[in-house]
Nanobody, 126 residues
């Protein structure tokens, strides 16, 4: 059974940092793109960042550029999201997802990813 498990969420003050981790099991995700999405209360799930199969290519939503960094350890089937300079508007449940393809879609959508974790809560206080 394919399983993605996120960890590393929590409560942090504005300006602080968090590092989210996603551990994948059930099959190898070494050859698929991976991504992070988030969903705030009352809002749709939105794209945060993605990384291609090799880790050589990344993509970010505009509001995360320069603050967030996605990385992966293919050997350990793990994906990470380093979040710096956090803002209260970053408060959301963050989800790890495995893509359908090896590359990053031009405009990543939830439908481009076919395996999802349960999410980890990130709360940024002002």
């Amino acid at each position: 059974q394919v399983q993605l498990v996120e960890s590393g969420g929590g409560l942090v003050q504005a300006g602080g940092s968090l590092r989210l981790s996603c551990a994948a099991s059930g099959r190898s995700f070494s050859w698929t793109a991976m991504g992070w999405f988030r969903q705030a209360p009352g809002k749709e799930r939105e794209f945060v960042a993605a990384i291609n199969w090799s880790g050589a290519s990344t993509s970010y939503a505009d509001s995360m550029k320069g603050r967030f960094a996605i990385s992966r350890d293919r050997a350990k089937n793990q994906v990470f999201l380093q979040m710096n300079s956090l803002k209260p508007e970053d408060t959301a449940v963050y989800y790890c997802a495995a893509g359908r393809e090896s590359g990053i879609p031009t405009l990543p959508q939830t439908t481009d990813f076919d395996s999802w974790g349960q999410g980890t809560q990130v709360t940024v206080s002002s």
